[in-house]
């Protein structure tokens, strides 16, 4: 079975500071790979995919994350947060064509002070 | 468009009690998937259902289930409630997922059972 593990649990830092989330994921297999993402009060959704192709995806607001096969890695970064990237952010790994389901990282609660 | 609609938004039961919660999924999109998310377990995944049939299914006990109808709209049910069955149940709705591209999902804002 797959799993997921998010190095960091809370990250705390300034706006306009870079951020970094680590994504780890263990599966033999070829994978979708998500980063979801909760604003207070507001429903999960998606921040942004990899299917295939370019390593290097940009998704909403900025954010870009890799994916590194050799190291089963999909990292999200934003190079300057804002105060409103506040949130709970989510890594998920989805087994190509095994249908929708996703397993998920622990979450990882950024607080982007002002 | 229409998004995720989960009801009831909250609810409160006892020990012993069973559940049903509703999900109706945004228009178009045939799969509907349900998750628990708990402080301690976060988000985990119960079932999949795409066109009426259990496509996939989480590690949960046999009193979690859960069913879709012809018009996509799912339920699941919870019986024999515990306490550690309160939490967050989130339902997701999806494209079908067939092929390579799946696991890009639409969420409700939850159903929040607190079991007493």
């Known amino acids: 079975a797959q799993s997921v593990s998010q190095h960091n649990h809370h990250v705390i830092l300034s706006e306009a500071a870079s951020l970094e989330l680590g994504c780890n994921y263990s599966?033999?297999?070829?994978?979708?790979l998500f980063w979801y993402v909760q604003y207070p009060g507001q429903h999960l959704q998606l921040l942004l995919k990899?299917?295939?192709?370019?390593?290097l995806v940009k998704g909403i607001k900025g954010f870009e994350a890799e994916f590194i096969k050799s190291k089963f890695s999909f990292n999200l970064r934003k190079p300057s947060v804002q105060w409103s990237d506040t949130a709970e952010y989510f890594c998920?790994?989805?087994?190509?064509?095994?249908?929708?389901?996703?397993?998920f990282g622990g979450g990882t609660r950024v607080l982007v002070k002002p | 468009k229409a998004g995720v609609t989960q009801t009831p938004r909250y609810l409160i039961k006892t020990r012993g009690q069973q559940v049903t919660l509703s999900c109706s999924p945004i228009?178009?999109?045939?799969?509907v998937s349900w998750y628990q998310q708990t402080p301690g377990q976060g988000l985990q995944f119960l079932f999949e259902?795409?066109?009426?049939?259990?496509?996939n299914k989480g590690n949960f006990p046999g009193r979690f289930s859960g069913r879709q109808f012809s018009n996509s709209r799912s339920e699941m049910n919870v019986s024999t409630l515990e306490l550690g069955d309160s939490a967050l149940y989130l339902c997701?709705?999806?494209?079908?997922?067939?092929?390579?591209?799946?696991?890009?999902?639409?969420f409700g804002e939850g159903s929040r059972l607190t079991v007493l």
């Open positions: 997701a709705s999806s494209s079908p997922g067939q092929g390579t591209s799946g696991g890009e999902l639409f």
């Open positions: 599966y033999g297999g070829t994978v979708n």
């Open positions: 990899y299917f295939s192709g370019d390593p």
């Open positions: 998920a790994v989805n087994v190509k064509a095994a249908g929708n389901k996703l397993t």
């Open positions: 228009s178009g999109h045939r799969s």
């Open positions: 259902y795409f066109s009426e049939t259990q496509r």
